[in-house]
């Protein structure tokens, strides 16, 4: 992995206290550059040079289909959106030539920095696709908004759109990661049923940029990627960890998504 990322940032105590006090107040940690111009060169060719599926979805923030048997149609539990965005899942990205998306994810340098941050000992998930995968968003496609399954996402951003495309945030705003937690069910009835302007003011926005590194706590943070404008795809890598050691997505989340087209009919290649 030479060459790829800035390794010795992740050694500075600076930049960890920085970093653990941005989580902690702001709900992302940033690190602008930490992905060299030779390391996204890399990393997008290996990832354009695999399969990917085009994934069309109807589902709840959760990324499931709700539970009408303990709450209402019209309750925001059961609130359902359209979705669609283009997945590499790491089924394909494991046939890569070098494999170099899931080097950095299996690195240590890496899981050991974000445990610093945290504060907590972190796992690497355990899912065959959801662990890590690859993303493009186009003008055409329908990101939602959404909590994850697994503790903490970390976003490896390697292509840019001409315009859009902002990392939006509600931070820190379940205390749990449970599909009943009263204070998610809250704010999708604020941001997805009322959309209020008063409401705005809860959103954080961050514009990436080729080359950073986002990470934040994807469970407690009610999330989505701006629609995009212009013929360029935002292009990111995706790794989550969890403080579970043998965590893996629900089945419910799994059926929900199609981040491998291995798993699903209808191949496309770029």
Not at 52 to 58: D, F, V
Not at 101 to 109: A, K
Not at 175 to 181: A, L
Request: proline fraction near 5%; glycine fraction near 6%; hydrophobic fraction near 30%.
């Amino acid at each position: 992995m030479s060459g790829i990322v800035d390794w010795f940032i992740l050694d500075d105590p600076s930049t960890i206290e920085a970093c653990r006090n941005s989580l902690k107040d702001d709900g992302v940690m940033l690190l602008s550059n930490f992905i060299t111009p030779t390391g996204i060169a890399c990393l997008k060719e290996e990832i354009l040079s695999c399969p990917h599926n085009e994934s069309t979805q109807h589902y709840t923030p959760y990324q499931d289909q709700g539970d009408f048997v303990n709450y209402p149609a019209s309750h925001p539990r059961n609130y359902k959106l359209h979705s669609s965005a283009s997945f590499v899942g790491r089924k394909s990205l494991e046939t890569a030539a070098k494999v170099q998306c899931i080097s950095m994810y299996n690195d240590e340098r890496v899981i050991n920095f974000l445990s610093k941050v945290t504060g907590h000992k972190l796992y690497r998930s355990k899912d065959e696709n959801g662990s890590v995968y690859s993303y493009r968003i186009t003008s055409s496609h329908n990101p939602p908004w959404h909590f994850e399954e697994s503790h903490n996402t970390m976003i490896l951003y390697l292509q840019s759109s001409e315009s859009g495309g902002e990392f939006e945030y509600v931070p820190w705003c379940r205390p749990t990661r449970s599909v009943d937690d009263e204070d998610g069910h809250d704010i999708i009835q604020k941001i997805l049923i009322e959309k209020n302007s008063d409401n705005d003011a809860l959103i954080q926005r961050v514009q990436p940029h080729d080359g950073m590194l986002l990470f934040f706590a994807g469970a407690q943070t009610f999330h989505r990627a701006a629609p995009i404008e212009g013929n360029t795809a935002r292009i990111g890598l995706v790794f989550t960890f969890s403080e579970n050691e043998v965590f893996r997505n629900s089945d419910n989340v799994k059926s929900s998504n199609q981040w491998d087209p291995s798993d699903f009919n209808g191949l496309d290649n770029v």
